[in-house]
């Protein structure tokens, strides 16, 4: 079992910036796949962003340059800056968590947190 809590979420202008965290808490946070996603209503959640075991990441065309993805295996915690915040970036936040197996291969239950809401409007 994964547990996963997300924070930081909240309303920004739009250019502006936000850091959201996912902290993980139950199984070997260095292990897991983490992902962030993002849902509006009426459609499916989207990937964000994912960091695999090994660091390495990949982004969806639309915030490539402008979102990071990182982890803090000491801490059990992942993040996600977000920089150069557009109206369409509004949407509730997921983090997902799975076991890894390598080259952004993951197997076993999916977990997700219970999302945070970003709001970028003037």
């Known amino acids: 079992q994964v547990q996963l809590v997300e924070s930081g979420g909240g309303l920004v202008q739009p250019g502006g910036s936000l850091r959201l965290s996912c902290a993980a808490s139950?199984?070997?946070?260095?292990?897991?796949?983490m992902g962030w996603y993002r849902q509006t209503p009426g459609k499916q959640r989207d990937l964000v962003a994912v960091i695999d075991s090994d660091d390495s990441t990949h982004y969806a065309d639309s915030v490539l340059g402008r979102f990071t993805i990182s982890r803090d295996n000491a801490k059990n915690t992942m993040y996600l800056q977000l920089n150069s915040l557009k109206p369409e970036d509004t949407a509730v936040y997921y983090c997902?968590?799975?076991?890894?197996?390598?080259?952004?291969?993951?197997?076993?239950?999916?977990?997700w947190g219970q999302g945070t809401q970003v709001t970028v409007s003037s």
């Open positions: 997902k968590a799975r076991r890894s197996v390598g080259g952004f291969v993951t197997t076993g239950p999916e977990y």
């Open positions: 139950g199984s070997i946070f260095s292990r897991l796949s």
